[in-house]
């Protein structure tokens, strides 16, 4: 990569970067280019010159996340961890994510623009439903998943237990109890009247 090459990747990536700081906070539908340049002290043509549109900006920005998260999932999933840990990190790392993408702001993004949703449902067949179906089987095989529960069970109580999760943790932040998180995860792994 020569020094042009190399400048033009780093202004790219500062543009994102400020575009997804900004989508923390503000409204998808408000965002303007003249925000995003303000933010990250680049002029509009420069915006235009390296995306075309805010929404192949806003594109941009959300595929590079969900890649970026997907491959710390994956890295984290393939790891020397025992199945417990990996079920305690799947759900901090959802607890971090609600504070960095917002289920509202990804909401707002998939109504905007179905690229973006056929991008969102192609990486979750083609990428997080294997790894968690590898992540299934190997807690069968380590005993650690019951027999008597059947593949598709788990997954629709996992799809089940996500999409009540942000609304989980709402109720977590209002009741200032952290400790809940801990009987949650005791709840998914042990059942109401489970082991210690």
């Known amino acids: ?18 575009t997804f700081e900004m989508l923390k906070t503000w409204d998808v539908n408000k965002i303007r280019i003249a925000d995003i340049a303000k933010t990250a002290k680049v002029s509009q043509v420069t915006i235009y ?26 890295e984290y999933m393939n790891g020397e961890h025992t199945f417990k840990e990996k079920i305690e990190w799947i759900i901090l790392q959802e607890r971090e994510s609600s504070n960095t993408i917002t289920p509202n702001m990804i909401d707002q993004l998939l109504i905007n623009d179905p690229e973006i949703a056929k991008f969102l449902e192609k990486e979750y067949n083609e990428k997080i439903i294997p790894v968690f179906l590898e ?44 400790d809940l998180i801990n009987e949650m995860l005791h709840i998914f792994l042990y059942g109401i009247c489970g082991k210690p």
Do not use: H
């Open 49 to 74: 010159n390296y995306f075309g549109s805010k929404e192949t900006l806003m594109r941009e920005v959300f595929k590079y996340y969900i890649n970026s998260s997907f491959k710390e999932f994956q």
């Open 1 to 18: 990569m020569n020094g042009f090459e190399k400048r033009a990747l780093q202004i790219k990536e500062k543009i994102m970067k400020a």
């Open 135 to 178: 992540f299934i089987e190997e807690g069968r095989n380590n005993g650690e998943i019951s027999n008597k529960i059947s593949t598709q069970g788990l997954m629709m109580y996992i799809n089940i237990s996500m999409k009540y999760y942000q609304e989980f943790l709402k109720s977590i932040k209002e009741s200032d109890n952290m």
